[in-house]
């Protein structure tokens, strides 16, 4: 089944087919809601084709994080965001270095555990696990400049040699391609062959379906990430089978397109026009609408909010127990 909803959201895209085709095979969800905070965290997993091709998405999990409250500045609240969000990080790397050693059956496995950089120099043996943090998207755009705000705020480490810590983090902003004339994925793949990092983490600006969601809501997904895909702006992805590194992928939804909230505004006001009516209206906005996305207009204090919780939960990920 192939759908035309405009979203970045894996969540979103199962409300909306399994509204129409009911229950899905091949795709399991769990949903839990914190009581107190109100923060509702889903877990979606798809299976296997059957579930790939009704969704769209590739085959692995996609939690989705939901904080309503996340752009009201409230401390105690943001630090629940921020706890829970280090914690899945912290799953899912475990995650993906598990799989990655099932996957390359021992072969090419750093045995000890340095890090090569240019020059021949080496991180310390006592890192064990090595990121790479890429922070997708343009910077001169506020709703597109999540990714390098998050890096901005980062403690990066993999220059220090006497840096105790058992997290090395590295970074990179590659910029668009408008600006660098190469595709993204190449550019971390280049980076990533040199520095061979246990984990990819990229960080990009996503697009949604529902308003609420906008700013508010974090995906994290352990099958990399194809930027642009929600606002139709297809580029190579970025994951395992193309950089060669397990990726996470870790996003916010920051524009909706203009014409879904036409049609939700418009849908109940038409329902006695005929079918012909009702294609001939959405087909005249569709064509004047097709290329045009929104953003709330608080999105240069909400960027810098929730960039700053997500820098904060990888900063934060020493102690949560990652380990190789």
Do not use: W
């Not at 759908?3 to 129409?20: G, P, W, Y």
């Not at 058992?166 to 408008?178: R, T």
């Not at 983490?201 to 809501?217: G, P, Q, V, Y």
């Not at 642009?228 to 870790?250: K, Q, T």
């Amino acid at each position: 089944m192939q759908n035309n909803i405009r979203t970045d959201l894996a969540v979103e895209l199962n409300e909306e087919i399994s509204r129409k085709a009911g229950r899905l095979k091949g795709i399991i969800v769990n949903q839990q809601k914190d009581k107190d905070t109100g923060i509702e965290v889903t877990s979606l997993k798809v299976t296997n084709k059957a579930g790939e091709r009704m969704i769209g998405k590739p085959m692995g999990t996609y939690i989705t994080i939901e904080a309503r409250r996340i752009n009201e500045m409230n401390e105690d609240y943001n630090n629940n965001v921020t706890q829970i969000l280090k914690n899945y990080i912290s799953e899912l790397i475990g995650e993906l270095l598990k799989n990655k050693k099932v996957k390359d059956n021992g072969k090419n496995s750093r045995q000890d555990n340095k890090i090569p950089f240019p020059g021949g120099k080496n991180i310390s043996s006592k890192r064990h696990i090595s990121l790479l943090v890429a922070g997708l998207g343009n910077r001169d755009i506020t709703s597109d400049s999540l990714g390098p705000l998050v890096v901005k705020n980062l403690y990066i480490n993999g220059h220090i040699d006497n840096d105790d810590t058992g997290l090395c983090v590295c970074s990179i902003i590659p910029g668009v391609m408008g600006d660098t004339g190469m595709e993204t994925a190449d550019i971390i793949k280049g980076i990533a062959k040199q520095i061979n990092p246990s984990v990819i983490i990229a960080i990009d600006a996503l697009a949604a379906r529902n308003i609420e969601r906008l700013n508010t809501t974090i995906q994290l997904s352990d099958m990399g990430i194809n930027p642009g895909s929600g606002v139709g702006n297809h580029r190579v992805g970025i994951n395992y089978e193309n950089i060669g590194i397990p990726v996470l992928a870790i996003g916010v939804p920051t524009v909706i397109d203009a014409l879904t909230i036409v049609t939700d505004l418009v849908s109940p006001l038409i329902g006695d026009c005929s079918a012909d009516e009702i294609a001939a209206f959405f087909s005249g906005i569709d064509n004047n609408m097709k290329d045009m996305y929104v953003t709330p207009k608080a999105i240069d204090q909400d960027i810098k909010n929730i960039s700053a919780i997500i820098s904060s939960a990888i900063n934060n990920l020493e102690q949560a127990g990652i380990s190789g």
